[in-house]
């Protein structure tokens, strides 16, 4: 569901004149839907997906797959729920009706590492160094997926990808001796930007103003341009290897540890305003809930609803043992 919409400038969007606008002289602006989350979707070493509802403990349901453990998760924009697991399979899911409308079981040869939705096509990447794209549709009331194209130049395993806007994904590839970080354009295929790093690169993610934030071996974060993938020159040197990163609304960079900690990192002055210690374990994905809380998963003690203004636990989740690779909201 969404609601709030609010206003906010963006100097990459339309430009409109005084006499529309008044007192915003050439401010180029952009609507946006702020979303209210009000479930947690987990992806368990057990081939399971569990659903939680945000305020309470108990697991709303449970979706059980026959695979191996589940490591990818997406969220597709008709409200079904996709999954990659290590085996290679590609399911899809119904969560009101409680079922998989889909299974691909031979989507990839190796582990799924990541799943994305861009202009109604699926994306998905994988360790055997490929990246398909698949078209859902529905015909008499099945759905079916079919492969369009794929996406090939990595010569390792991809362990990120990200959406860019326009179409456009970044991947990143771990431990190759080629390019590491490639910049794709997933409607003709093409490879429109590729850069070797010295470093493997763990994850990229988009932020504000056409940037990108690479988390890197052993134990650097740095942003790049979107469109050139080059260094800006601010880049942080962290306690542990870095293995997540997002965006804070007031423009901070949360990263997330090898051990066990969260640090806010400021970019205008390059320098870490806060860290905690949320988990026990690697901090594997942290995600916005709200304007003062995140959800941040370790590879240990699975996830929490953490109040980064006041520095504490607002939910924890009993998971009694089962091992979590992963989460979205929704």
Not at 172 to 188: E, F, K, P, Q, S
Request: positive net charge.
């Amino acid at each position: 569901m969404f609601c709030d919409v609010v206003l906010i400038a963006d100097a990459n969007e339309h430009n409109y004149s005084t006499t529309a606008l008044g007192v915003l002289l050439a401010t180029k602006l952009r609507l946006r839907a702020k979303r209210h989350y009000t479930r947690i979707v987990s992806a368990h070493h057990d081939g399971a997906i569990r659903v939680w509802n945000i305020g309470m403990k108990d697991i709303q349901q449970t979706l059980s797959s026959s695979s191996s453990g589940v490591i990818a998760l997406l969220e597709l924009e008709n409200g079904n729920i996709v999954t990659g697991s290590m085996a290679g399979e590609i399911c899809i899911w119904n969560i009101r009706a409680q079922k998989c409308v889909l299974r691909i079981k031979e989507a990839h040869s190796r582990l799924i590492a990541g799943l994305l939705e861009v202009d109604g096509m699926l994306i998905s990447a994988s360790h055997d160094e490929q990246i398909h794209v698949w078209q859902i549709s529905k015909e008499n009331k099945r759905v079916t997926c079919k492969k369009c194209r794929t996406l090939r130049g990595h010569d390792c395993m991809i362990i990120s990808i990200a959406s860019i806007g326009h179409g456009k994904i970044i991947s990143a590839g771990y431990l190759g001796n080629g390019d590491n970080v490639m910049v794709w354009n997933i409607r003709t295929g093409e490879c429109l930007k590729k850069m070797k790093t010295s470093d493997s690169v763990i994850s990229a993610n988009k932020i504000a103003d056409g940037k990108i934030v690479m988390c890197q071996d052993p134990d650097i974060v740095s942003i790049h341009d979107q469109k050139t993938l080059e260094n800006t020159k601010t880049h942080l040197k962290v306690a542990s290897r870095p293995y997540a990163s997002v965006q804070l609304p007031d423009g901070t960079i949360a990263i997330g540890l090898g051990n066990n900690c969260v640090c806010i990192w400021d970019i205008e002055s390059n320098k870490i305003v806060k860290s905690f210690s949320p988990l026990v374990g690697i901090i594997t994905k942290i995600q916005v809930l709200d304007e003062e809380k995140l959800v941040i998963c370790s590879n240990v003690e699975g996830f929490v609803i953490w109040n980064h203004k006041t520095d504490c636990v607002v939910q924890k989740f009993p998971l009694e043992g089962k091992a979590v690779h992963n989460f979205i909201l929704i």
